[in-house]
């Protein structure tokens, strides 16, 4: 039985758009990988609210993390983590020699826009990078309160991960200001994991021009001077399956409209929520939450493992806590295909296992 996942990514991927996955090859260098391209880019800036150039890697999110982190800081980076995801994006900077500080906030809390604030007033840094939705507890940054902050500071670049969220939350990535704003396929675009997605601000591509050490392979300056001179190609051979897959998966996204699609989430966010309240409770600060994942404390002491066992012999599995939340949390993702139908049948499951 093929089991439906309520993992925060990878997430259901429909059986049409993994048969587009099939199709034959094309060559990278063709008109017709150019049109793909174009078609892709154009889709992505209307899903992600931007008119900036769109760059794909054939990588997971971390490749375009390193990507915005290295080519975006000529002086020093502040990065702040609301937990997991976070903490991965200052060990990014770390190994690759980009100076960076930390900024954390405890656990199921946010980063505001105070923390954003303090840290720029120093003058110290000219590149942000901020988490929009931390996977591992399940907090929605306030990313309109922090995008007022970011406006006395426009010669800092903001970079966003928005890995679990873009396509499932709305994010008005050139209204907020946001210059990077980075994704991989295998969340709520609903796509097969392999490729990363990120948007280039003019005044982020500037900047990596006072850059000197980019890197070679994520270097986001010459990934955008390719795009330009090659008529939409790519310095590197990338995943052209994926590609294929894109490009039907987000026609399909506008086709049920972009906001019927962050409704839906919502919906589906909010079923979940009051699903949890009523018989554990949700982890994080109610300010802040996710729009595309719940994570649920485990007030009852269940095991989570047990637990998750059965609904996978049941045909659905869902997330165990991530890293330190393991068995402390569990977490139901809300994101890309799944419909409310789904929430009720995962819910209803959970309760019949546990004998609720
Ligand atoms: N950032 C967040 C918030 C994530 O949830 C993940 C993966 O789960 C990543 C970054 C890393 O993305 P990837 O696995 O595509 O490299």
């Given at each position: 039985?093929?089991?439906?996942?309520?993992?925060?990514?990878?997430?259901?991927v429909?059986?049409?758009?993994?048969?587009?996955m099939?199709?034959?090859m094309?060559?990278?260098r063709?008109?017709?990988?150019?049109?793909?391209?174009?078609?892709?880019?154009?889709?992505?800036?209307?899903?992600?609210?931007?008119?900036?150039?769109?760059?794909?890697?054939?990588?997971?999110?971390?490749?375009?993390?390193?990507?915005?982190?290295?080519?975006?800081?000529?002086?020093?980076?502040?990065?702040?983590s609301?937990?997991?995801?976070?903490?991965?994006?200052?060990?990014?900077?770390?190994?690759?020699?980009?100076?960076?500080d930390?900024?954390?906030?405890?656990?199921?809390?946010?980063?505001?826009?105070?923390?954003?604030?303090?840290?720029?007033?120093?003058?110290?840094?000219?590149?942000?990078?901020?988490?929009?939705?931390?996977?591992?507890?399940?907090?929605q940054?306030?990313?309109?309160?922090?995008a007022?902050?970011?406006?006395?500071?426009?010669?800092?670049?903001?970079?966003?991960?928005?890995?679990?969220s873009?396509?499932?939350?709305?994010?008005?990535?050139?209204?907020?200001?946001?210059?990077v704003?980075?994704?991989?396929?295998?969340?709520?675009?609903?796509?097969?994991?392999?490729?990363?997605?990120?948007?280039?601000?003019?005044?982020?591509?500037?900047?990596?021009?006072?850059?000197?050490?980019?890197?070679?392979?994520?270097?986001?300056?010459?990934?955008?001077?390719?795009?330009?001179?090659?008529?939409?190609?790519?310095?590197?051979?990338?995943?052209?399956?994926?590609?294929?897959?894109?490009?039907?998966?987000?026609q399909?996204?506008?086709?049920?409209?972009?906001?019927?699609?962050?409704?839906?989430?919502?919906?589906?966010?909010?079923?979940?929520?009051?699903?949890?309240?009523?018989?554990?409770?949700?982890?994080?600060?109610r300010?802040?939450?996710?729009?595309?994942?719940?994570?649920?404390?485990?007030?009852?002491?269940?095991s989570?493992?047990?637990?998750?066992?059965?609904?996978?012999?049941?045909?659905?599995?869902?997330?165990?806590?991530?890293?330190?939340?393991?068995?402390?949390?569990?977490?139901?993702?809300h994101?890309?295909?799944?419909t409310?139908?789904?929430?009720?049948?995962?819910?209803?499951?959970?309760?019949?296992?546990?004998?609720?």
């Open positions: 039985m093929a089991t439906k996942l309520f993992i925060p990514g990878p997430t259901e429909s059986p049409e758009i993994l048969a587009e099939s199709r034959p094309m060559g990278h063709s008109k017709a990988a150019s049109e793909l391209q174009r078609r892709i880019s154009d889709n992505l800036r209307r899903i992600l609210y931007t008119q900036s150039e769109i760059i794909l890697s054939t990588s997971s999110g971390t490749g375009l993390m390193e990507g915005a982190v290295r080519s975006c800081t000529a002086k020093r980076a502040a990065i702040f609301v937990g997991a995801f976070g903490k991965k994006w200052f060990k990014i900077a770390k190994m690759n020699g980009v100076p960076a930390f900024f954390e906030s405890p656990f199921g809390e946010a980063t505001t826009p105070e923390m954003v604030d303090a840290a720029l007033s120093t003058g110290k840094y000219d590149t942000v990078c901020i988490t929009h939705n931390e996977t591992s507890t399940g907090v940054n306030p990313f309109e309160e922090i007022e902050v970011m406006k006395k500071y426009p010669d800092v670049v903001w970079c966003a991960d928005a890995v679990s873009a396509a499932g939350a709305k994010i008005e990535t050139d209204r907020l200001g946001v210059d704003l980075v994704t991989s396929t295998q969340k709520a675009l609903a796509l097969p994991p392999g490729m990363a997605i990120c948007t280039l601000s003019p005044k982020a591509y500037e900047r990596t021009a006072h850059v000197e050490n980019r890197g070679c392979y994520f270097d986001l300056r010459d990934l955008y001077d390719v795009i330009r001179k090659k008529d939409y190609q790519y310095a590197n051979t990338p995943c052209v399956s994926i590609m294929y897959a894109m490009d039907l998966q987000l399909r996204i506008l086709q049920e409209g972009v906001e019927n699609r962050f409704r839906r989430h919502a919906a589906m966010a909010e079923y979940v929520r009051a699903w949890a309240d009523e018989y554990f409770s949700v982890f994080a600060n300010k802040y939450l996710s729009n595309t994942l719940t994570v649920i404390s485990n007030t009852r002491g269940i989570v493992a047990d637990l998750n066992k059965e609904l996978i012999r049941r045909g659905m599995q869902l997330g165990n806590g991530y890293g330190d939340l393991k068995e402390k949390t569990f977490r139901i993702a994101m890309g295909e799944l409310m139908d789904d929430m009720r049948a995962v819910t209803e499951s959970i309760v019949d296992v546990l004998g609720l």
